[in-house]
């Protein structure tokens, strides 16, 4: 079955979501995943902001060029992962979702997706996705990096990349450094499961950045559009991904982004 097949009953549910209030509270509607559907390696983020609320898709504003970064510092691109939400709307004044609307969300939506995917990893980027996996209210400072078991899946928690954004200095900088050990960790652990031939990149991550192929990373980037069409009025994830790896790639000074540039890289503190 094809992979956008497998995923359009349910995407066609949940466009049509108006399970709980999040739907009413002045956003454009629910927004859905990127990425690869058939990959070992899923990141869960919180919820959508203002930018993802405008094109639909999770973590593409300030904090998704900090998570492609992260990626591209452990030899990866975001064609090569599956990225989604707890809440697939967003909250109003782009809060934090509270536990309670994320684990309600989760529960309809998220729980399907896992099931649709079959990651061989999860990494919980922030609170309220940990929180929702761990099952109970725990710290995520004091978690991140421990890998736990949910319904047999591995799972990793993280710092959203929201949260490094709001740092500076020091704390900013051993943050990165957390972050990239983590991502790095995920990656090992999905490499070290049976992982089919389309995902042998898993299996080069941690070589230089120089060595992955970016204009294959676009080319394939294209075909987003079509396995993950964009709502009236929003514009398609796909050329947005490509001007991502446009702009990281200047970024990364020919084609290079290493780990301790990843880490040591001046961010001034935005929203997320």
Known sequence: MEENEKMKDWLTELMSCTACHLRDEGNRGPTRYSGDCASPLMFV?????GVEDEYGVPLVGPSGQLLDKALWSVGLTRD???VTNIVKCRPKNNRTPTL???RHCADIHLVKEIELVQPKVIVCLGK???QYFYGRA???MRNRGKWFTWRGYDIMPTYHPAFLLRQTGHELVESKW???YDFKA???KAKAAKVPRRHQRLHTAGRRAQNVDLIGAVRKQRALPRLIPPLPGREAPGQQTENRVKV??????DGHHSASSFASSAISPRSR
């Open 45 to 49: 983020g919180e919820g959508p902001g």
């Open 80 to 82: 090569h992962v599956y």
């Open 100 to 102: 309670e609307e994320g």
């Open 128 to 130: 309220v996705a940990f």
């Open 138 to 140: 725990a710290s995520i």
């Open 178 to 180: 957390q972050v990239y």
């Open 186 to 188: 995920a990656v090992e």
């Open 248 to 253: 990281l790639r200047a970024h990364t000074l």
